[in-house]
């Protein structure tokens, strides 16, 4: 989406709806870790994180927030 002359720094409404689900993504996981109920291997993560209503898309989309290495104890 081009947008014209003084707009240029707006975000977009995607752009925004990125930004708020890599937060929740990111709330998440911190919530999980704080719990103990962080799964060590990826596809629990996955599976845990899908039934948290994210979906697989999503979750590769921002995978640097939850795959491997992503959180280091």
Not at 1 to 21: F, I, L, P, W
Not at 28 to 49: C, H, K, M
Not at 54 to 62: A, N, R, V
Request: proline share 3%.
């Amino acid at each position: 989406m081009v947008k014209s002359g003084s707009n240029r720094d707006e975000k977009t409404v995607n752009q925004k709806r990125s930004e708020a689900t890599r937060a929740r993504l990111q709330k998440a996981v911190a919530t999980l870790t704080e719990q103990q109920d962080w799964p060590e291997g990826i596809t629990s993560r996955f599976n845990r994180l899908c039934r948290l209503k994210f979906s697989g898309q999503t979750l590769y989309k921002h995978k640097d927030l939850w795959h491997s290495g992503a959180l280091k104890p």
